[in-house]
Structure formats: structure tokens, C-alpha cells
């Protein structure tokens, strides 16, 4: 099992440098091109695909935009889509393929118990869609 997407395995993290194509822009991260599909703002879009903002910086920003409709129905299939983008490129395809069938799982110690499971927790709590996404792109890559 890959516990968390920390160390070794912070390739695996969205917050991890990618060429993400999502929706015919590029994007920074896997973080960058989710965020930017929150909202259907084009000015927001462009703040997501400027390589000087970090991850972090728009995961904060995030929090203030206007969202689309539906949100909380699309956000796993945005997701998704954004792994898809950031793991049929090299290396990633290749060390994602290289976990075999480890269990992924997108441990965290910020209580995100819905994309993770929370490690501060006894025993670790969460539903771990991030870790289950990455699985399913991974047969997806396998079986191609």
C-alpha cells in the first residue's frame, strides 16, 4: 500500500508539477485544471492556467469564486478527467503503471475525508475518491 502522496510518491499528489490539458487549456498541475472547472469565469480560468500561481495559492482562491451549477455531481468526473490528462504523459504513465496493484491512498492530516482519509483519525477515516480515481486510470492505462 502507498499510504500518502508524500516523499517518494508526491508525484502521485495534484499539488505535483504536470502538463494538464483540460478542456483545451493547459494547465500547471492536476490541481490547477480541477480548480479552474469550478467556475465557468474565464478570468478564473485564466488565473488557474498562470504557471506563477502555486497550487496552494489556487486551492485558496477557489474558495471565493462563483461555482458552477452542480458542482458537488460533476466534481469526481472533472477529476478524473484531469488524471486521465496528467497520466497518459511520461514519466507519470510509467510510474503509475510501476505501482502495480498497490492500494493508493491519498492519506492526509488536514481532514479531507472525502477525496482522502484522514491520518489524524484512529482508526483512519475516509472514503479515498483521489486514491480510487488514480486506480481506475491506472487498469484504465494497463488494459489499453
Not at 452542480?70 to 497518459?88: P, Y
Not at 510510474?95 to 491512498?105: A, D, P, S
Request: net charge positive; hydrophobic share 35%; charged share 25%.
Amino acid at each position: 500500500m502507498i499510504p500518502e502522496f508524500q516523499g517518494e510518491y508526491r508525484w502521485l499528489s495534484n499539488f505535483a508539477p504536470a502538463q494538464v490539458v483540460f478542456r483545451g487549456i493547459t494547465y500547471p498541475s492536476v490541481e490547477h485544471a480541477y480548480m479552474s472547472a469550478k467556475s465557468a469565469d474565464p478570468d478564473w480560468k485564466a488565473y488557474c492556467s498562470d504557471r506563477t500561481n502555486t497550487p496552494g495559492d489556487v486551492k485558496r482562491a477557489s474558495r471565493k469564486v462563483q461555482m458552477v451549477e452542480g458542482w458537488d455531481d460533476i466534481k469526481r468526473g472533472v477529476m478524473l478527467e484531469c488524471l486521465r490528462s496528467k497520466f497518459s504523459q511520461e514519466p507519470y504513465r510509467s510510474k503509475l503503471l510501476g505501482t502495480g496493484k498497490l492500494h493508493l491512498q491519498e492519506g492526509n492530516r488536514w481532514g479531507d475525508c472525502y477525496w482522502g482519509v484522514d491520518l489524524r483519525q484512529t482508526p483512519n477515516r475516509g472514503m479515498n475518491v483521489l486514491g480510487q480515481l488514480l486506480m481506475q486510470v491506472r487498469e484504465e492505462l494497463r488494459n489499453a
